[in-house]
């Protein structure tokens, strides 16, 4: 299992040990560190579309507007940690987004 996200974010922090705690063989893919290949992300945003880019971030906010109405998947290249995280990748193929209760569950975090 892949998480793709930032090391230094809590939520992605969080996502990685409760992941481990229930017995799942995680690991952190840092964006930023490690980047991204291309066909991922096309993947990535072909199930989740927009809701892959990340509006509320810094990064987006100091992005001019020609910037922003730019292809979505080659801002994210340029700009990881425009991606929406932790982005969680099971063996298998499944993803999830997020991490809320409902991909807490998911994944079989009992404190969902």
């Known amino acids: ?11 992605c922090r969080r996502a990685l040990r409760a992941l481990k705690a229930a017995g799942h063989d995680a690991r952190l893919v840092d964006v930023r560190k490690d980047g991204l290949k291309g066909e991922e992300l096309e993947r990535f945003f072909i199930v989740f579309g927009q ?9 987006w906010r100091k992005l001019s507007e020609d910037e922003r109405k730019g292809n979505p998947v080659a801002l994210m ?4 940690a425009l991606m929406k995280r932790p982005l969680i990748l099971e063996e298998g193929g499944l ?3 997020g991490w809320g209760k ?11």
Not at 1 to 11: E, H, V
Not at 77 to 80: E, I, N, S, V
């Open 1 to 11: 299992m892949k998480i793709y996200g930032l090391k230094n974010c809590d939520t």
């Open 51 to 59: 809701d892959l880019l990340n509006r509320r971030s810094t990064t």
């Open 77 to 80: 290249l340029a700009h990881p």
């Open 95 to 97: 993803l999830t987004l």
């Open 102 to 112: 409902d991909e807490q569950k998911h994944w079989g975090i009992n404190d969902a």
